[in-house]
């Protein structure tokens, strides 16, 4: 089973870019899809985005445009680029790997005004 670690979070401004990375171990990451989850103090975990296998993709309606998740199967690495940030947006982000039923322990990202 693969094991998942974020990184990448931090406190950035309104309107701001930040790179999460999910960094994972073991055999099977390249029989995985991988999710984004975010999660804000006192709410349900919602889903972010999705990588395929294959490469393909897909969005929650609230980042499609401002959010790309990405992956690099030679790193065993999930990237979610993120630019156009709200204050709404400050969450516990967390990759998901879907074969796997895999979580990660999450990564913190603040946006400020």
């Known amino acids: 089973q693969v094991q998942l670690v974020e990184s990448g979070g931090g406190l950035v401004q309104v309107g701001g870019s930040l790179r999460l990375s999910c960094a994972a171990s073991g055999s099977t990451f390249s029989i995985n899809a991988f999710q984004w989850y975010r999660q804000a103090p006192g709410k349900q975990r919602d889903w972010v985005a999705t990588?395929?296998?294959?490469?393909?993709?897909t969005y929650a309606d609230s980042v499609k445009g401002r959010f790309t998740i990405s992956r690099d199967n030679a790193k065993n690495t999930v990237y979610l680029q993120m630019s156009s940030l709200k204050p709404g947006e400050t969450a516990v982000y967390y990759c998901?790997?879907?074969?796997?039923?895999?979580w990660g322990q999450g990564t913190q990202v603040t946006v400020s005004s």
């Open positions: 998901y790997a879907v074969q796997d039923a895999s």
């Open positions: 990588i395929g296998r294959s490469g393909s993709t």
